[in-house]
């Protein structure tokens, strides 16, 4: 409960309140920040730049067991720069605490030759001092409506069958597990297959 209540909160509470960017084709000049009201947390969401791409690799290689070679990472902020997002200390911007990664997927719909595109959560991580503070929560919450914008159907994703509390953040924020994919990972552990259709809501 203290969860699903708290995932909300955080969900309702954040703002988007500073957008510093300026006019021109350098990704690194068009940073989006977002922040909670005041008075709240001490980390700041904002969008991934070329720049943080090695300090969220070396995340991903501390706290998850699949990792992912440089370019995987370079390809998916070239093509959904939106949607990738880090969270930072306040006050150190160079310091990557989490961060969460989609890429749209097009397959074919089920019940006509129409192809539907998929909003597939590629990878979220957060650095183990860092949990329990809500910016998995934050991370999703920002993320999951800029790559709604791609004309997204649904968001999929997969959870490992041990990771409760991964598990719990994704149903209170309406994904529902749809099947179990076997062996997904290389260590030979099972896959929760878990969809949040938009056209349920």
């Known amino acids: 409960m203290y969860l699903l209540l708290y995932s909300i909160y955080i969900h ?13 084709t350098d990704k690194e000049s068009k940073t989006s920040f977002f922040n909670r009201s005041k008075n709240e947390s001490s980390f700041i969401i904002k969008s991934c730049t070329d720049d943080d791409l090695e ?21 998916i902020l070239d093509n ?40 597939h959560l590629v990878s ?23 790559i709604q914008k791609q004309n997204i159907t649904e968001y999929v994703l997969e959870v490992r069958v041990s990771n409760y509390s991964a598990i719990n953040l994704y149903e209170n924020f309406k994904f529902k597990t749809e099947g179990i994919k076997k062996k997904y990972y290389k260590d030979g552990e099972n896959a929760y297959f878990m969809v949040y259709k938009l056209n349920e809501n």
């Open 55 to 75: 300090r969220v690799k070396q995340v991903n290689e501390q706290e998850l067991p699949e990792d992912y070679p440089f370019f995987f990472y370079k390809s």
């Open 124 to 146: 979220i991580a957060v650095s183990g001092d860092y949990r329990r503070q809500g910016i998995a929560a934050a991370l999703l919450a920002k993320s999951m409506p800029e």
């Open 80 to 119: 959904y720069p939106e949607s990738f997002l880090v969270a930072c200390p306040k006050d150190d911007f160079n310091q990557i605490l989490g961060y969460v990664m989609w890429r749209v997927e097009r397959t074919s719909s089920k019940n006509s030759l129409r192809l539907l595109n998929k909003g």
């Open 12 to 24: 309702n509470k954040f703002l988007i309140i500073q957008n510093n960017f300026t006019m021109g």
